[in-house]
């Protein structure tokens, strides 16, 4: 965080030559930030903060960790998990924050409260508008494989009465038919493409089985476009409307999933987009205060 605060971006590269990474360490000295905030781990970014901290600058870094426990069967996420928790314990950072509520670990340094993922800068993208543009197709942002319960999502949508078309990214996609004949694989190309059908679809959904605080969340919401979820155990605005609006019990029910989904749809565009962004605007006061709090500012 140096002034307006500024990004330094990190490649996770295992073979990132050493001149790099110390030209970025003397890019980052020269910003003269108080404050220095880590998302994510790597191998590469795990060096570098080895070399600031062994430059003095321990007390300036702070260590966000977006994942959890669950993901650890990736030796890669648990490895990574390792490399923050080992910094915590040896105290060449400041902080760490493990996002997902009720993570523990003795001697990591560990920030509590949870942190909250603050609104995307979107100056490029006009405002959403409030006339429907596509009434009955929803948007299914995610990947395949388990974490983001893809299947799930799409077969619940695919058997409302309310959708004509879910638009998803995973070409592997495959649902029985007649359900499958709902489908619409559009294969991904960018974040801006992304946030465009999010403003088109009349819904995003994102009821995956395992997240922290997602960003599919907090962008399709900043963008006025309501999103469902499944559970997050956030500790803050959980009675809000939007909540109840979008969260569904249990993320495996179709039944459950389909509920929510036809909830949502017999609200209108303009109602959804201004309890979503209602909804995000509370969650970045949250936010602001909590990195508040976790930078000691």
């Not at 648990?78 to 400041?94: H, M, P, S, T």
């Not at 760490?96 to 800068?121: E, I, W």
């Not at 004509?164 to 029985?176: C, E, H, I, M, T």
């Not at 922290?212 to 900043?222: I, L, W, Y």
Request: glycine share 4%.
């Amino acid at each position: 965080v140096a002034g307006r605060g500024d990004e330094v971006l990190v490649s996770a590269e295992r073979d990132v030559p050493p001149s790099v990474l110390r030209q970025q360490v003397r890019h980052i000295e020269e910003l003269a930030p108080s404050h220095v905030v880590i998302h994510g781990m790597s191998d590469t970014m795990k060096t570098m903060v080895e070399m600031l901290s062994a430059k003095g600058w321990r007390d300036k870094l702070f260590v966000v960790l977006h994942g959890a426990t669950a993901q650890w069967f990736s030796e890669a996420e648990f490895n990574y998990a390792v490399q923050c928790l080992e910094l915590a314990r040896a105290g060449k950072i400041a902080k760490l924050h493990v996002m997902k509520p009720g993570f523990d670990f003795p001697g990591a340094r560990l920030y509590r409260p949870m942190l909250f993922n603050l609104s995307p800068q979107l100056p490029e993208l006009e405002a959403l508008p409030n006339a429907d543009i596509h009434a009955d197709k929803v948007l299914i942002p995610g990947w395949s494989g388990w974490r983001k319960n893809i299947q799930a999502n799409a077969l619940a949508a695919a058997l409302s009465e309310h959708v004509a078309q879910v638009w998803a990214f995973g070409a592997d996609l495959k649902l029985p038919d007649p359900a499958q004949q709902k489908i619409r694989i559009i294969p991904f190309r960018s974040r801006e493409q992304t946030f465009h059908l999010m403003r088109s679809a009349a819904l995003t959904m994102n009821v995956s089985l395992v997240d922290c605080h997602p960003m599919v969340q907090v962008e399709a919401q900043t963008l006025g476009a309501m999103c469902l979820r499944g559970p997050l155990f956030l500790d803050a605005l959980e009675e809000h409307p939007y909540v109840r609006a979008t969260s569904v019990p249990d993320v495996n029910s179709i039944v459950d999933i389909r509920t929510a989904v036809d909830r949502a749809l017999a609200m209108s565009r303009l109602e959804r987009a201004e309890l979503a962004q209602d909804y995000q605007r509370a969650s970045d006061a949250v936010a602001a205060q909590r990195y508040r709090e976790f930078l000691e500012i």
